[in-house]
């Protein structure tokens, strides 16, 4: 007699296994060219300023471009995930984001580096979303945020891995070097996606059938390779209509309204720190060593809350988790602002501390919007999230450039910015609430037993 065995039942009551080992340390890597390219534009700039002819300044344009594309590709190609399949789309994404990075090589003005950046930034965002989808459909229901958040501390290592590089590189091979890296890295990822990695296993069963997703299953878990007759079942009900529209419909309306602010205002605190952390430390009398040495210690920092907040938002409430580090994250850096011309030691502590919170913090709320969503949904509705707190990444340095502009004090800039986490922070206790509420109404509304 044939057994029936659901998608998610596999994945929970079976080892984590080597082969899903395999495809979280690609989705890992394509997250480390999302790091690559935040920090390659900065550490580039002087020499395009220098090719082209033009003030560093003046590259406010294609550093605005590459923060626009993610946004469009994010909310396009995750609805594209969701219907044509993810596997599908992230080697599309990664394929984009590659050709493009490579095409800096050629450019002739600022023109051409802001379209390339742009092109390139939708290939991004599409690969960034998708990559934490895909991963996460691998995991068992309580690992995802384990899994989305290990997932995304690929970014930190880029992020640190860059600067790393840009010391080697840039006086052997010039600029150019970091964008023929930039390059060809995710083409030799893409390759690995596309032969050594099938659809994930819910769309495999729903479009290529029992076959198919009986051959993945034999490599998730061994012990069910052997039942000819093992009848696998989806436990994820089929979303029909509109992505977008269903991130609307049945009770995903206020939450998903709550991620996206949520998203904002996190990743505008974020891109504030990654792209006036120096400036500020400049402002305050540090020296180029020491501000290099202090915004190193931020991504020690965020490597090390991203390997952790996944797991205690696994084994704790995700909601409390968020908001102690939010919390902790408006207080370091209301901290960093009042010690930002403290000896070199201290600040690097607090660069540590601001790093682990603040960016720890933003990895949680990727973990959050992993768990918030169905399978069907999960690349719109992570996509359009990193698309709206692409905007937040958007606003970010052009506030931070106007209060400096203003000559405000570096304390009294940190101050404001910091505000951004608290509204993070009661924007959880509001989602927290009203997902209470309706866990009580569906409680209330259940047949008695």
Known sequence: MARTVSVSEILDNNP????????????????????????????????????????????????????????????LLGIAADK?????????????????????????????????????????????????AYGSEWAPSNKKATLATTMYAGVAVGSMATGFLAASMLSRGGWQSMYKLG??????????????????????????????????????????????????????????????????????????MMIWVAFFFSFFLLWFIAAWAPSLLKKSGATPKQFGIAFACINIGSLMATLLIGRLMDKFNKFNILKVFFILGFVSVVVFGFSSSAPLMVLSALCVVMGFFVIGGN??????ATLSYPTDLRGTGIGWAYGVGKIGSLAAPAVGGMLLARQWGVSKICNVMAIASLVVVVIVFILQAYMKGVSAKAAAAAPAK
């Open 183 to 256: 390059g060809i890295m995710p083409l030799v990822i893409v390759i690995a996606v596309m032969f050594l990695l099938p659809e994930t296993l819910e769309y495999t069963l729903r479009i290529f059938g029992q076959d198919k997703a009986r051959a993945v299953v034999a490599k998730i878990a061994p012990s069910l390779a052997g039942e000819t007759d093992l009848q696998i079942v989806s436990s994820e009900k089929k979303i029909v209509g509109s992505p977008v529209g269903q991130l609307f419909k049945e009770g995903r309306s206020f939450p998903t």
């Open 16 to 75: 984590f296994s080597p082969y899903q080992i395999w495809v979280c340390t690609l989705c890992f890597l394509i997250m480390f060219c999302e790091g690559y390219d935040m920090m390659v534009i900065g550490v580039t700039m002087p020499g395009i300023a220098a090719f082209l002819g033009c003030k560093p300044n003046a590259l406010g344009l294609a550093v605005s471009a590459g923060q626009l594309g993610p946004l469009v590709g994010a909310a």
């Open 84 to 132: 044509w399949g993810r596997k599908r789309t992230l080697i599309l994404s990664t394929i984009i984001f590659a050709v493009f990075t490579y095409c800096i090589n050629f450019i002739t003005s600022l023109e051409t580096l802001a379209l390339y950046r742009f092109l390139a930034g939708i290939g991004l965002g599409g690969a960034i979303p998708n990559a934490l």
């Open 363 to 368: 990895s949680g709320c990727m973990g959050l």
